[in-house]
T-cell receptor, first 116, second 117 residues
């Protein structure tokens, strides 16, 4: 069975601090995709990144960076120099490549609060 | 291009009533997904369509739930004889798939928040 665990329920930081959101996943498949979504207070899930299991290269997009380590089944998300607008719930999700219709399996989310 | 839209945004209903939600996906997307999200949890998969065909239903989708996607465009999700446990946010997402494999990024609508009293 597939599972995604986000052990941090809530994180609170002060603006300009760096923060890392943890994501650990479980799957028996050797090929899969991993995603991060942001859910601001307005409620709409916003796609941030998709990575496939073949590519463990870390990725950076502006203040966002992602660290994928297949050996530890982790796909962590770091926000550098956090801003108040980063306050949201962040979800990590797992998607299968073969079969299963492309549905996403989400973690429980980490609520990030960035205070001025 | 507009994103995924859902209607209504909020619905309050009494237990036992039927409700129907609508989702309009991004126009060129061939896959449409329904998820349910309860407070403090991540979204949970309910069902999905490839064009007009409903290809998978979760065990969460009891026989009181039915979904359609006529003509492969918009989709409706109906809940019959609503129960208080049906109170949740119902999210719709769409994606474009090439071929049979892959999990491409899904774009979500704003959701319909259902409250059953």
């Amino acid at each position: 069975a597939q599972k995604v665990t986000q052990a941090q329920t809530e994180i609170s930081v002060v603006e300009k601090e760096d923060v890392t959101l943890d994501c650990v996943y479980e799957t028996r498949d050797t090929t899969y995709y991993l995603f991060w979504y942001k859910q601001p207070p307005s409620g709409e899930l916003v796609f941030l990144i998709r990575r496939n299991s073949f590519d463990e290269q870390n990725e950076i997009s502006g203040r966002y960076s992602w660290n994928f380590q297949k050996s530890t089944s982790s796909f962590n998300f770091t926000i550098t120099a956090s801003q108040v607008v980063d306050s949201a719930v962040y979800f990590c999700a797992l998607g299968m490549i073969y079969n299963q219709g492309g549905k996403l399996i989400f973690g429980q989310g980490t609520e990030l609060s960035v205070k001025p | 291009d507009t994103g995924v839209s859902q209607d209504p945004r909020h619905k309050i209903t009494k237990r036992g009533q039927n409700v129907t939600f609508r989702c309009d996906p991004i126009s060129e997307h061939n896959r449409l997904y329904w998820y349910r999200q309860t407070l403090g949890q991540g979204p949970e998969f309910l069902t999905y369509f490839q064009n007009e065909a409903q290809l998978e239903k979760s065990r969460l989708l009891s026989d009181r739930f039915s979904a359609e996607r006529p003509k492969g465009s918009f989709s409706t999700l109906e809940i019959q004889r609503t129960e208080q446990g049906d109170s949740a946010m119902y999210l719709c997402a769409s994606s474009f798939h090439r071929g049979q494999r892959g999990t491409y990024e899904q774009y979500f609508g704003p959701g319909t928040r259902l409250t059953v009293t």
